[in-house]
């Protein structure tokens, strides 16, 4: 079966400090995988999307940054974190025909 | 105009009633439609697709209306466990970043 993993659930990590996050896809192979952010009460905004190995889109500029060194995993890298990072970050994906997301269980970041 | 479209509630209703959401889309090329449940604190899950013929699930009724380009879901006999934020999702042939809607709030109480 296809499942899509998320980790770590939750971070609190100090202004400042680096960020990664991954994320891995089984049971499928060369998905469209993304990166989502929530901040609180808000919407979806995506931040990168990938449709293959090493091909990352950029939806938002901003001191992230995304990288796909396999076809199964999406990783979301940060040197520096802002405040302004805090949210709620998710990852998903959906096979080469277009069918709706698949979401991983979400990394809420706190940054302090 | 944004590209999706939703009223963002909240929606409070009583056990059992009948509830209904609309959401438009201004890209008159878009193909695919769906619609997500998000609970509190937990990642969006894929409650249905719209189909063109409109489709049903157990108490749940999603339907597709391309001249006013909107979607709808409604939903009926209400439960508490219903309370939740409905995103619609909508995504133009070709392209693989859909659009979400920024959500409809529902609160169902006793």
């Known amino acids: 079966s296809q499942t899509i993993h998320q980790w770590p659930a939750t971070l609190v990590q100090p202004v400042g400090s680096p960020l990664s996050l991954e994320c891995t896809v089984e049971?499928?192979?060369?998905?469209?995988l993304y990166w989502y952010r929530q901040a609180a009460g808000r919407g979806l905004q995506l931040l990168f999307y990938?449709?293959?190995?090493?091909?990352i889109s950029s939806e938002v500029p901003q001191n992230l940054s995304a990288s796909r060194p396999q076809d199964r995993q999406f990783i979301l890298s940060s040197k520096k974190l802002l405040l302004s990072d805090s949210g709620f970050y998710l990852c998903?994906?959906?096979?080469?025909?277009?069918?709706?997301?698949?979401f991983g269980s979400g990394t809420r970041l706190t940054v302090v | 105009r944004k590209e999706v479209e939703q009223d963002p509630g909240p929606f409070n209703v009583p056990e059992g009633a009948t509830v209904a959401f609309n959401c438009t889309y201004s890209?008159?090329?878009?193909?695919?439609f769906f619609w997500y449940r998000q609970d509190c604190r937990k990642e969006p899950k894929l409650l249905m697709s719209?189909?063109?013929s409109g489709n049903e699930d157990g108490r749940f009724t999603a339907q597709l209306n391309r001249a006013s380009q909107y979607i709808s879901l409604l939903i009926r006999d209400s439960k508490l466990s219903d309370s939740a934020t409905y995103l619609c999702?909508?995504?133009?042939?070709?392209?693989?970043?859909?659009?979400f809607g920024r959500g409809t709030s529902l609160i169902v109480h006793p």
């Open positions: 719209v189909y063109s």
């Open positions: 999702v909508v995504n133009s042939g070709g392209s693989y970043i859909p659009t």
């Open positions: 990938s449709v293959g190995i090493g091909q």
């Open positions: 890209n008159s090329a878009s193909q695919s």
């Open positions: 049971g499928t192979s060369n998905p469209n």
């Open positions: 998903a994906w959906i096979p080469r025909l277009v069918y709706g997301y698949t």
